[in-house]
């Protein structure tokens, strides 16, 4: 998907990128969900983000040539870093998560990365302002309820811990990526990242004992994992760089919200999971703080510090 160049893009093409990112980034939970059954969450996640950096490296090639991927080293070590956190760190933890918590309890607590990133804001001194800080203790009280009770019955300690620290690696990658040198195409940059992310995985699997046995997995498994590498990590993407160039970013970033309630849906719809008082009361907290600090930051912002807002929001959901 690319910007109109004729004119100014319209309202249902900016709705319809935005229902892409909805939709496609809310159900990926679901499809981690159904992929696991059959294929070890590291090793899943390695094909998924290496296949599709692959692809997304043939694009550029195809369309731009060689020039496309013109980075120098200080570039690719940054999206390599950021490859490492968000991929093999954030989204490979949330696959490890998801055998232990539902696919709904992983995205309500996912959904606490813009909290994290006013926290890290914070450490690096710049104060974020009242209202902000407020959105966060609300938001944070929220994880905190989901934390403490679990959220369902299936549900244990060691995927609520899991996920948390997956957050904060996701939080990280996305914190850093605004700081430290990057390529100059975003597209360039992400396929170093799913590149460099999706071999990580493949030697964190490996050092962990998983093991790919093809006889085993299900026509469900591949089936997920060909919607996440097309749908989640292609289309979805491209839909979500398109938004940051034609759309406002405090309408972007609503996805930060949107995404556990589709998640909550599909995995009730789809898998049976079962959705709790404090699951919908834990999770109206986080979205009502993070809902919060995204329509605080919006005011604050000036036009000289779009672009690297952008880079972060960008990044924090690949």
């Known amino acids: 998907m690319g910007p109109d160049t004729t004119d100014t893009p319209r309202s249902w093409q900016i709705w319809g990128a935005l229902t892409i990112v909805y939709i496609v980034w809310g159900s990926t939970y679901l499809g981690i969900m159904v992929v696991i059954e059959t294929i070890p969450p590291m090793l899943g996640g390695a094909m998924r983000f290496t296949i ?3 692809l997304l490296v043939g694009f550029l090639l195809l ?9 120098n080293r200080r570039q690719f070590g940054g999206a ?19 055998q232990h918590i539902s696919s ?50 299936d549900d244990d300690g060691i995927g609520v811990v899991v996920i948390l620290l997956a957050s904060v690696s996701w939080a990280l990658g996305s914190f850093l990526s605004g ?8 597209l360039a940059a992400s396929a170093v990242e799913m590149v460099v992310g999706g071999l990580a995985m493949i030697v964190v699997g490996a050092a962990v004992g998983e093991r790919l046995d093809l006889a085993s997995v299900s ?7 060909a ?3 097309g749908a989640g990590s292609l289309i979805a993407y491209t839909s979500y760089i398109w938004l940051l160039q034609n759309a406002p970013i405090s309408l972007v970033a609503t996805y930060a919200y949107v995404n556990p309630v589709v998640a909550v849906i599909l995995g009730m719809l789809i898998l049976n999971e079962t959705l709790t008082t404090q699951m919908v009361l834990g999770g109206l907290v986080i979205v009502v703080g993070v809902a919060l600090v995204v ?8 036009p000289a510090a779009a672009a690297p807002v952008k880079r972060q929001e960008e990044l924090s959901h690949s």
Not at 63 to 71: E, K, N, V, Y
Not at 219 to 225: I, P, R
Not at 295 to 302: C, L, N, V
């Open 80 to 98: 390599a870093l950021v490859g490492l956190l968000l991929l093999a760190g954030g989204n490979g933890m949330v696959a490890v998560a998801q």
């Open 52 to 54: 599709a950096g692959l």
């Open 295 to 302: 329509s605080t930051e919006r005011t604050r912002r000036r």
């Open 219 to 225: 026509g469900a498994s591949w089936t997920a994992l």
């Open 179 to 186: 700081r430290m040198p990057m390529p100059s195409s975003p």
């Open 63 to 71: 369309r731009h040539g060689r020039s496309a991927l013109t980075m």
């Open 227 to 229: 919607y996440l590498i």
């Open 104 to 153: 709904g309890m992983a995205a309500l607590l996912v959904a606490s990365i813009p909290l994290l990133l006013v926290v890290m804001r914070v450490m690096a001194r710049d104060r974020p302002s009242l209202l902000t800080t407020v959105g966060v203790l609300i938001g944070f009280s929220g994880v905190a309820l989901l934390a403490l009770t679990g959220g369902t019955g």
